[in-house]
């Protein structure tokens, strides 16, 4: 009885290592495997943009990473979410080796409530999920969650925030010919706030920059149309034009969208546009994914937004890859595995492993019957054996009489 429990636990043992495995670990590779790197289409050149030397640089993005915090978030929920966080990203890293990652905001769940503590604690646990080796740069765009929306934020939340994420108001970053336009979305409210004033007067600067490397009022000769990376998707009425497959589900794309809310103000989306003039903008903040032509008055590019990369706010969430030369670039976003399907996976296991172990036990039964029933070869070996000692029965006294 004792030895029958303990085989029992051991097959149940079995099952949930067998299970477990492949639902926390290997469907992260079998899902992330199927994504590689774009390459570049020569048709698609920029051809007012001398041809780059440089090799082309590749880009990881992800968003909305939202780890949990201690008022909303429940324990089991949170070790959850930030476990599939932490295979998704590192097996991408492992995969498909990205030069560089952006975040494009809303690392953390409750950045504007939580104390200094709790701050520092989630601080050190976003760079152990999403630790990259040393020859991955990482930059980090400040979101809502972070700091709060516009009316809530203190210059201590955005200094906090900015000194442990290496984060400014504004940047412009150029990597091998490519300019990367960094931007705060809360600090685009226009109203001279402390934290907006010198986030316009950055953008005056970096206006000035972009324009130099274009050689219009300098001498320098570096430029390409920048890539514009922010939280707060450009002003749009909703996201009922976006037809994406990561796209939001029905009815929330039909929701209006509240301008400095769920994407930027018209004022600030015409500002931007006019003063950076991108060849593609990449946000977040409404969780879903989205692509659509940029405003005017950029004649030309398109606007993604990537949707959270954490499993608790999309069944769906991907990262993007992105390939830039000065004149080009090619993007690919690669699904990662999806919760419907590893509940779906868990359930369907743990149905086979039970029909599985009851046909083991089933069939050792079915064995004995059959042999005492004599269905199967094996009652030939029976019938052998019992003939043998009827032979004995019946002849051994004579024979031993002869001696
Ligand atoms: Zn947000």
New binding site residues.
Partial sequence: MKRTFIFSCIKILVGVALLMTYCEVLVYYVTQMNCAWPTLNPLNEDKTIAKPIEEPLRIMVIT?THLLGSIDGYWVDKVRREWQMYMAFQTAIKLHKPEVVFVL??LLDEGQYCSEEEFDYNTKRFYDLFKLPEDIDMYIIV???DIGFHYRVTTHLNERFNKAFNATAVQLINIRGNNFVLVNSIALEGDDCFLCKPAEAELVRVEKELKCLQNITCQKSNYSRPILMQ?YPLYRKSDEECTDFDAAPYPEIMEPFKEKRECLSKEATTQLMEQINPRLALS??THHGCTRKLPHPVKDGVEITIPSFNLRNKNNPNYLLGVFAANNYELTKCEMPKESTIIAIYIFGIVLWVVFINWLKNRRKISYNKLLNKKLPFWYIKRGIQQRKQYLKTFSPHFLEKF
């Fill in positions: 909305d905001g809303d979101g809502n969650h939280h977040g903040h």
